[in-house]
């Protein structure tokens, strides 16, 4: 299969790969994203060695893959007693080898790094003592377990202190490269159905891969999340099993989080996990960003407070799955049954917020500030009886700011005089409180435009759906 995007990983292994120096390559990403299908099809015949860990395997399991890996690349020797000798018989294949660049990749490094298995030290020595030293090799270790990867690679303290060449991190598909890996499938949906399977399943090439094109959306739902033995039904407790060794601390946050779609602060997290310390806290916070569940976005009040930023959800099928699926529904239709209903509208309007978020650089395109430097967040009044909040707020360095209500539907959005009453308010409240000297743009961001009516001519400025797609790259 052709590989859809990651234009610019890309673009940057094959500059790294093509170096005259040692390369040392951290590729690390939420799990499902594709990391090993990115090496695997990038350089396809080209590596000198390549062993892959066990998802929960045992430390005796660990060595038995690494060592079968030795002996799938031509070494013939026994079954090593320690990882410094593993990476000794390494060295010694390496040597062996006639190609030109030696190019070694570790995939699901976290998992070789068992209880007291010294792994991380016999990575180390085996870097600083040889490879470090070989102008042709390329070591590309690779992780699901992000948060690992971060702080026992990346920002290591001890023997790998620095010694990453090139950290990658690959992060879900845009809805332009969604559409491209559906066309690629033979799927002909159209784009309101593939922003729809976006708020679904997210931009993550598995859950993508599991579509069939014979089927319809609310059919491939139904089979994937609601049918007896459906495929992704035990899937969300697998992910976060696989990353975090207590991933009950991060479930926890993770469905807090779900119950508040504008998010949490810190402290109201802490309030609600009131047996969790505070490193534990601010540690599983950092580990669930690394692995884009969460993002953490600044709150303004007369200025903006980086220091008391919200948390948010931000992952759409773990979104969707505490939303829907993990309710215990047992009707094997209930996407097709209830696609109509209210409880599925309310879904698509959060899901649609999460998506404009998740798309902010085509957002910025579409209203022709690409170039300027501008920061985003939403807003909640503190003082309005009606809790007035608004969307997305987009400060702009030329000293304009777009408040931005986000709609989500299957025509153009009709303002009515409500929705203008508490647009006005809203702004007014915002300024006030704010107390901002930046000009005002109202903007909508709808699937299908503004209908045309004597509410719409307030609005300076919109952002479609289709505008969501743009390719950047």
């Known amino acids: 299969m052709k590989i859809i995007g990651r234009t610019r990983e890309i673009d940057k292994l094959n500059r790294v790969l093509g170096s005259d120096r040692p390369e040392f390559i951290a590729l690390y990403g939420r799990r499902r994203i594709g990391k090993t299908f990115l090496i695997n099809q990038l350089l396809e015949g080209k590596l000198a060695f390549a062993t892959t860990g066990i998802l929960e395997g045992e430390p005796s399991e660990q060595m038995f893959s690494f060592h079968s890996a030795l002996q799938s690349y031509g070494s013939t020797c026994k079954k090593p007693r320690d990882w410094f000798e593993a990476f000794g018989e390494l060295i010694v294949l390496l040597e062996k080898s006639t190609r030109s660049t030696r190019v070694i990749f ?8 068992t209880s ?3 792994f991380v030290m016999a990575l180390g020595h085996f870097w600083n003592s040889w490879a470090s030293r070989q102008s042709n090799v390329k070591l590309i270790v690779c992780g699901s377990a992000t948060s690992w990867m971060v702080k026992n690679i990346i920002d290591n303290h001890g023997g790998l202190h620095n010694r990453i060449t090139c950290e ?10 969604v559409e491209q890996f559906l066309k690629q499938k033979k799927f ?3 784009r309101h159905l593939i922003a729809l399977a976006y708020m679904t399943f997210g931009g993550i090439p598995y859950y993508l891969d599991l579509l069939d094109p014979t ?3 609310a059919q491939n739902i139904d089979r994937l999340f609601f049918a007896e033995n459906a495929t992704l039904r035990r899937e969300y407790d697998r992910l976060f099993k696989s990353l975090f060794k207590m991933p009950d601390i991060y479930v926890k946050i993770i469905e807090l989080l779900s119950e508040n779609k504008k998010g949490l602060t810190r402290q109201e997290i802490a309030e609600k996990m009131c047996k969790m310390s505070g490193g534990t806290l601010t540690s599983a916070l950092k580990n669930l960003q690394y692995c884009d569940f969460i993002r953490r976005y600044n709150i303004k009040e007369k200025k903006i407070k980086t220091n008391g930023g919200v948390y948010q959800l931000m992952d759409f099928f773990v979104h969707f799955v505490l939303h829907f699926s993990k309710k215990q529904i047992t009707d ?3 996407w097709s049954n209830m696609l109509h ?4 509208t309310a879904w698509q309007g959060v899901a649609f917020e999460r998506l404009v978020m998740a798309h902010i650089a085509q957002v910025k395109r579409a209203l022709g500030i690409y170039n300027i430097h501008t920061e985003y967040f939403s807003w909640r009044s503190k003082m309005s009886d009606k809790g007035a909040q608004i969307d997305l707020v987009i400060d702009r360095a030329d000293r304009m700011t777009h408040l931005c209500e986000i709609k989500f539907g299957d025509a153009p959005f009709r303002i009515t005089k409500s929705e203008d009453e508490k647009m006005r308010t809203r702004i007014a ?12 743009i109202p903007t909508f961001v709808t699937a299908y435009g503004l209908a045309t009516n004597e509410y719409s001519q307030g609005v300076m400025a919109t952002v479609t759906l289709d505008q969501l797609f743009d390719n950047l790259s």
């Open 106 to 113: 570790i995939d699901e490094l976290p998992c070789f790094d």
């Open 116 to 118: 007291r298995s010294r």
């Open 168 to 177: 990658m991190h690959l992060t879900p598909f845009t809805l332009n490269e």
């Open 188 to 190: 002909t949906w159209s």
């Open 215 to 217: 089927e319809s959306l």
């Open 332 to 334: 094997d239709r209930y």
């Open 341 to 344: 209903s209210a409880t599925v």
């Open 429 to 440: 409240d915002y300024q006030y409180e704010t107390n901002t000297k930046q000009g005002i």
